[in-house]
């Protein structure tokens, strides 16, 4: 592979990782080969249909160049570009367009260009593969993206602390909540559940919104449902529902025969919506967990 569709990859996986489609592009001046512009998708981020990598990687170089001519240009970009992008090549006088990967949807209009190589580049097409076997985790608009990166994991931890503050006191009283926050809901209590016991944080999104954040983590045959929280604006709308079917999903394709979780035997409104989701109660138990305070859960199950 080249060093610039190399790039355009690096892009495009950092755009996976934001929850954009990955796609990236660059636009290399001739004359000296240096890359003046390059762009990921940005749709979801900006909500704006036109942030394709493509759109972002001319605009970048014409305000590198400080003017729209791109004629000693060319791009490079990991998908094949759609109309409106290969439209923007033309009008800036890219010289020629070199793609990674065919856009198979029908959506890809390289015959537009003057000029257009397809690099056969698999793992381009990889990638976008593997986003979008991911996103069919997606139930009405609702995507658990996971939170890989250490930025995605502080927005949870943010989640988190928000939620836990505004849902638990009641409950738990504000000791507990704290003591619990600070013990389980942190980004370094995320890290080392990620790397010590194989858990797998999502945030809940619809669009741009962030609506929580859920967890799950392999248990033998069964997986645990760690967590599953909404920020208050979010409850009572079925949202809860459509994660609960992405696990689901997700269990099935892993070889998981249950989902299980544990509810604090206070928390009415957790309870009453498991049941509601068609959990069965399968037992109960007080786990110690330090600072003098005690967990007084419910354990529910569902078959997958
Ligand atoms: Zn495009």
């Not at 190399?6 to 950092?14: D, I, S, V």
């Not at 160049?65 to 409106?84: F, Q």
């Not at 923007?88 to 198979?104: C, E, P, Q």
Request: aromatic share 10%; net charge neutral; proline share 2%.
């Amino acid at each position: 592979m080249d060093k610039y569709t190399g790039r355009c990859l690096e892009l495009a996986k950092e755009a996976a990782q934001r929850g954009e489609i990955p796609v990236g592009a660059v636009v290399v001046r001739l004359s000296d080969g240096r890359i003046i512009g390059e762009g990921s998708n940005e749709c979801e981020e900006k909500r704006l249909p036109t942030l394709h990598a493509e759109m972002n990687a001319i605009n970048a170089a014409c305000r590198f160049k400080g003017g729209w001519r791109l004629d000693d240009c060319v791009l490079y970009t990991s998908l094949e570009p759609c109309a409106m992008c290969a439209g923007a090549a033309l009008n800036s006088h890219i010289k020629t367009v070199y793609f990674g990967a065919r856009d198979t949807s029908g959506r890809g209009a390289s015959a537009l260009l003057r000029s257009a190589e397809y690099l056969g580049e698999d793992e381009c097409s990889r990638i976008l593969k593997d986003f979008f076997r991911k996103r069919r985790m997606t139930v009405d608009n609702i995507r658990l993206i996971e939170a890989v990166s250490d930025d995605q994991l502080r927005t949870v931890a943010e989640i988190a602390d928000e939620i836990w503050h505004e849902h638990f006191p009641k409950i738990i009283g504000a000791g507990q909540t704290d003591y619990m926050v600070n013990k389980f809901c942190t980004f370094e209590a995320e890290k080392e559940n990620i790397e010590k016991e194989g858990y797998l944080y999502y945030k809940i999104k619809k669009g741009a919104d962030d609506l929580g954040y859920t967890a799950i983590k392999p248990d033998g045959d069964r997986l645990f449902l760690s967590k599953l929280y909404l920020r208050q604006q979010y409850r009572g709308k079925g949202y809860s529902r459509q994660v609960l079917e992405l696990h689901r999903k997700y269990a099935a394709e892993h070889g998981f025969n249950a989902i299980w979780l544990t509810v604090n035997r206070g928390n009415d409104i957790a309870l009453r919506a498991y049941e509601g989701l068609g959990f069965d109660r399968i037992g109960s138990g007080v786990a110690d967990i330090g600072g003098g305070y005690v967990m007084d859960d419910y354990y529910f199950e569902i078959k997958v």
